[in-house]
């Protein structure tokens, strides 16, 4: 696997996944009727620095952001997405791609990241936790899981 700068001509391979991922409504806070042209100024926002994941047969089978988290006298504060198609899970994808955002992140100068909503029954919690994010705290009920029901929101931090 390579991870690497996206360019703009990695949107089509983002997408399909990117698209599933949202649409099942179970880990990510944003509509998942949201369209394709909506996902892509989203995702690929100039602000951010996007990754992608290649197998190797040169497939996009992951993609990650890095972005400020504020702005001003707090910049210095990384923030990050993640997605992983699914038909490619458990393949150590997303630590790979969390890996590489945390070093990218200290390159550029972040001395910190914090994930503003992670959904707390989203398995990536483990994941985050395991390469030493904190949970700040939760925001109890404030996700409407399509089968778990209202489930709370962690605020997840780590120091570079």
């Known amino acids: ?23 099942a409504g179970d880990t990510y806070t944003w509509d998942p009727g949201t369209s394709e042209e909506a996902a892509r100024a989203l995702w690929t926002a100039p602000a951010k620095r996007v990754y992608v994941a ?11 952001y890095l972005t400020p988290n504020y702005g001003g006298p707090a910049a210095r504060i990384a923030n990050a997405g993640f997605m992983v198609d699914p038909d490619h899970g458990g393949r150590g994808i997303g630590r ?34 395991s390469l030493g994010f904190t949970i700040l705290g939760t925001v109890p009920d404030a996700f409407d899981h399509p089968k778990d029901g209202r489930v709370g929101l962690h605020i997840m ?4």
Request: aromatic fraction near 12%; proline fraction near 4%; avoid cysteine.
């Open 1 to 23: 696997m390579q991870i690497r700068e996206a360019t703009a001509e990695d949107w089509p391979g983002i997408w399909p996944f990117w698209h599933r991922v949202v649409a």
């Open 54 to 64: 290649e197998d190797d047969t040169g497939a996009i089978v992951g993609s990650a």
């Open 96 to 129: 790979a791609l969390a890996e590489h955002v945390l070093a990218a992140a200290e390159a550029h100068g972040y001395r910190g990241m914090v994930f503003n909503a992670v959904v707390e029954t989203n398995p990536a919690v483990r994941l985050w936790t």
């Open 157 to 160: 931090y780590k120091a570079l």
